[in-house]
């Protein structure tokens, strides 16, 4: 055994060391499978998500709502009443209908009338 | 692989998740403190489960003054010393040879004469030479990391180490002759 300098007898600390032997994957099956969130932080990322997904959810129910309230509840032919209520109709001047007051005239045209009769005078 | 971790954020962990980590992340750095003082695979790894049931009796009353790596490494080296001296109760001998022969036995022990030589010289150095020695090779780590791990300056700690090296070598001179 020639160990004159440091620097040999190093190397042989060195091969000590590597002489020591493991079975083989012996601690390979550690680290591998490890959450490193806190509870309170999985907690708060769910949450997160959740606040996400809800907020983009709320706003397309809104959209929604409001689109099928306008098609739902606004009259079908609200300008076209309006455009009745506002305009002097000739039929109303007309002799035949004299008598009948501008109120009588205008229930008769929303419940009785035909629109299309109307759509077809105007 | 280790990831460090935060050490606040090791603090929010639950017992249990706390030792999950400590296992997963550090078994290996203490079973290579364990293996050189008790020698063979088998006993180290015994020792090394009762290092992890100490730890995670203690974990609870560890106060963070101190790294946390630190500690475990003082709970290694006391566990190791212990197994040592009861060992020594069975051993006729002053025990370093029954040491030797046990690493001889080891199947996981892959070394020749010379550094069976080595291991005998070792054995006879003062026991904070011996641990320099095992943090250096077997642990693999700097200077400037023992020094941090045993609390001295890296001055000392090289004093030390080339003052073992030498014994060493006169050891081994004296065995050549």
Do not use: C
């Not at chain 2, 954020?9 to 750095?29: A, G, H, N, P, T």
């Not at chain 2, 070394?111 to 250096?136: S, V, Y």
């Amino acid at each position: 055994m020639n160990m004159k300098n440091k620097t040999d007898i190093e190397k042989y600390f060195e091969k000590m060391a590597d002489a020591y032997q493991m079975p083989e994957g012996y601690f390979e099956h550690l680290g591998k499978n490890f959450d490193w969130q806190t509870k309170s932080e999985n907690n708060r990322k769910i949450f997160k998500i959740n606040t996400r997904w809800l907020v983009a959810a709320m706003f397309l129910l809104l959209i929604s709502l409001g689109w099928f309230a306008k098609q739902q509840f606004m009259p079908k032919n609200s300008l076209l009443n309006d455009t009745i209520k506002r305009t002097n109709f000739p039929v109303v001047n007309q002799e035949n209908f004299d008598d009948l007051s501008d109120d009588e005239i205008i229930d008769y045209l929303e419940n009785d009338t035909d629109m299309d009769e109307i759509l077809d005078y105007l | 692989m280790k990831k460090k971790i935060d050490i606040k954020v090791f603090k929010q962990w639950s017992l249990e998740k706390q030792m999950e980590y400590i296992v997963q992340y550090y078994s290996k750095d203490l079973y290579w403190v364990i293996r050189p003082m008790v020698k063979t695979h088998e006993n180290a790894d015994d020792v090394l489960q009762n290092t992890f049931i100490k730890i995670y009796k203690n974990l609870k009353n560890f106060r963070y003054d101190s790294r946390l790596f630190s500690w475990m490494y003082r709970i290694a080296v006391n566990e190791s010393l212990n197994f040592l001296k009861k060992q020594k109760k069975h051993l006729t001998t002053d025990g370093q040879d029954e040491l030797i022969n046990l690493l001889k036995s080891d199947p996981y022990y892959d070394g020749d004469e010379i550094l069976l030589l080595l291991e005998k010289a070792l054995l006879k150095l003062p026991p904070r030479q011996q641990e320099i020695f095992r943090l250096k090779y077997f642990s693999r780590m700097k200077f400037q990391e023992i020094a941090d791990l045993l609390s001295i300056s890296v001055g000392s700690l090289k004093a030390s180490y080339h003052l073992a090296v030498k014994k060493i070598k006169n050891e081994l001179n004296l065995l050549d002759e």
